[in-house]
Structure formats: C-alpha cells, structure tokens
C-alpha cells in the first residue's frame, strides 16, 4: 500500500489544499493530511478547528484520511513507511523554499522523498492568509475556500475581528 503525506497548517483549509488533496489521492492508495502546529506562525484556528475543517472539506475522498502532528515531518513520513510527501507550489519562490526543505529532510532520512505538484492557474494567487486578512474584513471567501467551511471561517475570523 502506497501512502503519501501532504503536511501543512492549512489555517485555514482553502480550495487550493482541496485540489493538491484531490490530485495527491489519485496517485496512492492512502493519503494522509497532517495538520501541523508550524511554531514560526500564528495560527488564528486550533488543531482541532483546521482538523474539522479538511475533513469537512475531504470527506468524500475515500482514501484521505485527516491526522494533527506534532514533531518532525521525517518522524510521521517513517512511522508511516510513506513513499513520499506531497507539497503545493503556486510560484517560483515556494518551489526555492520546498527544495530547501527536502535537501534538510534528506539529511534526517535518506529514504525522504517528495512530489511537487503546480496549484491550478486560478488558485495560483491564494493563500490561507490572503483569505484571513478578506474574511477579517468581511469579504466575500466563497471562491477561496469550500462551502462546507466558508461560513464558519467567516464567522470565526469576523468574530476574531470585534475582538480586537
């Protein structure tokens, strides 16, 4: 049984992680999609929310299962005897950052591999915090994130909004 990993903090899940999930499922028997903590950001939803989220959005993907990790993205690739990870570009600039990361999980496991697949055109210019920074002010997220999550995300960052 192939199983692949596509990790991130997806805060919040949005149409483009949809795709690559979409596609990554095609090419294995089993992907799982970790939901990180990423400590060199600040996330506005917890675990549990960015959990219920991408299962939300993936449930009728047979072969994707949602997990959280907390720990070294090579640690869950072993546990898992994965046979790659699965990583989003949408420009010239994360294609510099993901080699950068495989070089470094290289040297932690030899057997690391990972698969880079090209966000579709029309996703190419959205990002989870392009999408906090619309909804926080009450913009229309609808073609950014899925139905089954877009109200809540609105809701929760309008809310986080009045807060402040």
Do not use: W
């Amino acid at each position: 049984m192939k199983t692949m990993i596509f990790p991130g903090s997806f805060d919040p899940f949005s149409l483009g992680h949809v795709d690559i999930a979409r596609r990554a499922s095609l090419l294995c028997d089993r992907l799982l999609v970790a939901v990180m903590p990423n400590r060199g950001k600040n996330p506005v939803f917890s675990v549990d929310e960015r959990l219920e989220m991408a299962r939300r959005c993936l449930c009728d993907i047979p072969n994707v299962e949602v997990i959280s990790f907390d720990g070294l993205l090579v640690d869950l690739y072993r546990s898992h005897t994965a046979c790659a990870v699965i990583r989003g570009l949408r420009s010239e600039s994360d294609f510099r950052n993901e080699a950068e990361m495989a070089a470094a999980n290289r040297l932690l496991c030899k057997e690391y591999e990972v698969l880079l697949l090209p966000c579709r055109m029309d996703l190419a210019y959205t990002s989870s915090s392009i999408i906090r920074e619309v909804a926080y002010y009450g913009g229309d997220i609808s073609g950014m994130v899925s139905p089954a999550i877009s109200e809540f995300v609105r809701t929760r960052l309008q809310e986080r909004n009045e807060r402040h």
